[in-house]
C-alpha cells in the first residue's frame, strides 16, 4: 500500500463521537486531550485535529453539552508535543479573516510550522443562533462565496504587508498582520457538497470527504484530486473512519454491539433539530435509528488483521490519500492501535 498519512480526530467535546449511554464518555477537558495529543505522537500518528463546536445536542448524555474551544486547545498541544502536525478548525462566519489570520500565524510560530487550518462556514444553525450569529437567508452557495471570500483575505494577509478589500462580504482598509508566516500554515476543508469540493480544489491542502459508499468516496477523491491539478496544486484526500479494536473479531463485535445498546435518541434529535431539520422529522427519524446510528462515522470492528484489511481497502479503493481516526475510549484504545495495527500500515511487519 502507498504511504497514507493518519491521524486523530481529537474528543474537544464530552462524551467524544459516540452518542451512547453505554459507550465510554470522554471529558471535554484539557488533561484528557494532552494525553490523546502525547500518545498519537508516541504511536507513530501524523497529526491531531479539533472541531470547533459552539452548542450540544443535549439528550440523556449531554451530548458535546461541554466543548473547548479548538485554537486554545491546539495552541496548548503544539507546546506538548513536537512532531504531529496541529490542525485547529476556525468557523468563516464568525471569525473575522484578520483576526484568524493573526491567530495561526502565531499557532505556526508556536508549533515550530506544524499549524493547519481547518476552514469551516457553519452548517448546525442552533450555534450560532444563540449569538445571533446566523444568517438564515444565506444558502449554501452563499455560504460558500462567503468562505471564499474569507479565505482570499486570509491568504492575503499571510503575504502581504498592506490589504485592502472591498468584497461582498468582507471589507480591509489598508489592513496589516504582520509578521508573515514563515510557511503558509495547511489549509483543511470537509465537505461533500459540489461547491465544498471545489473550493477545496482551489484553496485547501487537506480535504475531508464524506460519501454514502466506495465507489462514491471514489468518485469525490478523484474529483477533487483532478480538479485540485487543474488548478496547479495538490490536494490530499481524507475520510474518517471509527475503530472497535479488540484483541478477536468476535470481543470488537461485543463491544460495539455494547455501545449500540445505549444509542441516545433525544441526542439524536437534538443533532438534526440543529441542521434546521423540523422537531417532527428529527423525532420519526431518530425512532426509528438503531444502535449502528450511536456512531457519528463509518466504523470498523475487528481484531487487528481485520482493522488492517479494512484500512488498507478503503484507502486503497477510495484512492484516499489518508484517514482521520476516532476512538471510542481513546486512553484504552490508542495503544493498541498502536502496537497491533498501525506497524502494519507503515509497511514495517
Not at 452563499?142 to 504587508?161: H, I, S
Request: charged letters at 25%.
Amino acid at each position: 500500500m502507498a504511504s497514507k498519512e493518519f491521524g486523530v480526530f481529537l474528543p474537544i467535546g464530552n462524551g467524544g463521537w459516540m452518542i451512547s449511554e453505554t459507550a465510554p464518555h470522554p471529558e471535554a477537558t484539557y488533561a484528557y486531550n494532552r494525553r490523546v495529543a502525547v500518545e498519537a505522537e508516541q504511536i507513530g500518528l501524523d497529526f491531531i485535529m479539533s472541531m470547533a463546536k459552539w452548542k450540544g445536542f443535549g439528550g440523556t448524555t449531554d451530548h458535546w453539552g461541554q466543548t473547548l474551544e479548538s485554537m486554545t486547545m491546539m495552541s496548548a498541544l503544539a507546546e506538548a508535543t513536537s512532531t504531529v502536525k496541529i490542525w485547529a478548525t476556525m468557523h468563516a462566519n464568525i471569525h473575522h479573516p484578520a483576526v484568524a489570520a493573526k491567530m495561526f500565524t502565531t499557532l505556526q510560530d508556536v508549533s515550530g510550522g506544524r499549524a493547519g487550518m481547518n476552514i469551516v462556514n457553519g452548517s448546525y444553525a442552533d450555534e450560532f443562533q444563540q449569538m445571533g450569529l446566523w444568517d438564515a437567508e444565506l444558502s449554501h452557495a452563499d455560504r460558500y462565496r462567503m468562505t471564499e471570500e474569507w479565505t482570499q483575505a486570509v491568504n492575503r494577509l499571510w503575504t502581504e504587508d498592506v490589504v485592502t478589500m472591498k468584497s461582498e462580504f468582507f471589507t480591509l482598509d489598508a489592513c496589516e498582520s504582520r509578521p508573515h508566516p514563515a510557511v503558509r500554515p495547511t489549509i483543511i476543508s470537509a465537505g461533500r457538497s459540489a461547491a465544498g469540493r471545489d473550493f477545496q480544489a482551489r484553496y485547501a491542502d487537506g480535504a475531508f470527504l464524506s460519501a454514502d459508499n466506495l465507489d462514491q468516496m471514489r468518485e469525490f477523491s478523484r474529483y477533487v484530486h483532478d480538479k485540485g491539478a487543474e488548478h496547479g496544486r495538490e490536494v490530499k484526500t481524507y475520510s474518517m473512519l471509527t475503530v472497535v479494536l479488540d484483541e478477536t473479531d468476535a470481543k470488537a463485535e461485543a463491544k460495539a454491539a455494547r455501545y449500540g445498546e445505549g444509542l441516545d435518541k433525544e441526542a439524536l434529535i437534538g443533532m438534526r433539530t440543529s441542521w434546521g431539520i423540523p422537531a417532527d422529522t428529527a423525532r420519526a427519524w431518530a425512532d426509528g435509528a438503531t444502535g449502528s446510528e450511536a456512531f457519528q462515522t463509518p466504523y470498523v470492528t475487528g481484531g487487528p488483521e481485520k482493522v488492517i484489511e479494512h484500512i488498507e481497502q478503503i484507502t486503497s479503493e477510495a484512492e484516499l490519500d489518508g484517514l482521520m481516526l476516532i476512538f471510542p475510549d481513546y486512553h484504552a484504545d490508542m495503544l493498541p492501535f498502536g502496537e497491533a495495527v498501525l506497524p502494519a500500515l507503515r509497511g514495517k511487519s
